[in-house]
C-alpha cells in the first residue's frame, strides 16, 4: 500500500476487470484517462466504466501522523438499448445487471496492493438515458495518509 497516488487502486480495478472483458462480452473499459473525446453515441457498450467519486475521512491514526480516508469508487455497466443495437431494448437491462453481479463478485472483498483494505460493497445505482442503461456499483477502499505537519 502506498499513499503516494489517491487514484491507484482505479487503475488495480481496471486490471482486475481486463482479466475478464473477453467472458463477460464487455468490448472496452474507460476511465477519465482514455475517455478522450468520446460521446455517450460513440461509445463501445458493452462497456464498464471505472471512475472516482470522493474521498471522506475515517478519522486521524498514530496520533494524528496519518489520515485515514475512505476513497469510493464507481465501476458502472453501460449497455446501448437503442434499437439499432438490440432489437429488445430490455435486452440491454439484462445484459447491465448481468454485468453488476458480476463486478459486484469479482470486486467486492477484494484486496487492490493500494488498499489497506478489500473493497467494501456500497450499493448499486441505475441511470437511463436516451440510448443507454447504466448500473453502477459504488465501493471503497482504505488509504492512509502520512501527514507531514511543519
Not at 474507460?30 to 471505472?50: C, D, R, W
Not at 456500497?122 to 501527514?147: A, G, H, R
Amino acid at each position: 500500500m502506498s499513499d503516494e497516488n489517491l487514484y491507484a487502486v482505479r487503475d488495480e480495478i481496471v486490471a482486475r476487470l481486463e482479466q475478464f472483458m473477453d467472458e463477460w462480452g464487455v468490448k472496452k473499459i474507460y476511465t477519465p484517462k482514455n475517455l478522450g473525446m468520446t460521446t455517450e453515441l460513440s461509445q463501445v457498450t458493452p462497456n464498464i466504466q471505472v471512475n472516482f467519486r470522493r474521498t471522506k475521512s475515517a478519522g486521524v491514526v498514530s496520533k494524528g501522523d496519518a489520515l485515514k480516508l475512505k476513497v469510493v469508487w464507481e465501476v458502472t455497466a453501460c449497455c446501448k438499448h437503442a434499437a439499432s443495437q438490440v432489437t429488445d431494448g430490455s435486452k440491454a437491462f439484462d445484459m447491465a445487471g448481468d454485468l453488476t453481479i458480476k463486478i459486484i463478485k469479482k470486486l467486492s472483498g477484494w484486496e487492490p496492493e493500494s488498499s489497506a483494505e478489500p473493497l467494501i460493497y456500497i450499493n448499486t445505482e441505475e441511470d437511463i438515458s436516451k440510448s443507454c442503461v447504466y448500473s453502477t456499483v459504488v465501493l471503497e477502499s482504505e488509504l492512509f495518509i502520512q501527514t507531514e505537519p511543519d
